[in-house]
Nanobody
Framework: QVQLVESGGGSVQSGGSLRLSCAAS????????MGWFRQAPGKEREGVAV???????TYADSVNGRFTISRDNAKKSLYLQMRSLQPEDTAMYYC??????????????????WGQGTQVTVSS
């Protein structure tokens, strides 16, 4: 079993930055694909960024070049550095993990464990 706890959300003005963190517990962290997802009110959940066990990353087009996903396997932690934030980035952000092994995809179908979410609000 894996537990995930996000932190670091908040309110910023357009153009600002935030860094989200996700603390994981349970076994096999370093072998799992990890991802960040977000869901805005009235919209479907979307994949933001995924990182596999080797550190390979992929991003949604809407955040590519502005967001950076990273992981620290020794600390069982996942991060999302967000820069140049825009009002359309406003959403609840979720950390997610796959079962051991990895399907390298932004689809939430492949993610099995989810945190409770942290709110990011960007004002213009």
């Amino acid at each position: 079993q894996v537990q995930l706890v996000e932190s670091g959300g908040g309110s910023v003005q357009s153009g600002g930055s935030l860094r989200l963190s996700c603390a994981a517990s349970g076994y096999g962290y370093s072998e799992r694909c990890m991802g960040w997802f977000r869901q805005a009110p009235g919209k479907e959940r979307e994949g933001v960024a995924v990182i596999d066990s080797t550190g390979r990353t992929t991003y949604a087009d809407s955040v590519n070049g502005r967001f950076t996903i990273s992981r620290d396997n020794a600390k069982k932690s996942l991060y999302l550095q967000m820069r140049s934030l825009q009002p359309e980035d406003t959403a609840m952000y979720y950390c997610a993990a796959q079962h051991i092994g990895c399907v390298y995809s932004l689809s939430d179908t492949y993610f099995d464990y989810w945190g409770q979410g942290t709110q990011v609000t960007v004002s213009s």
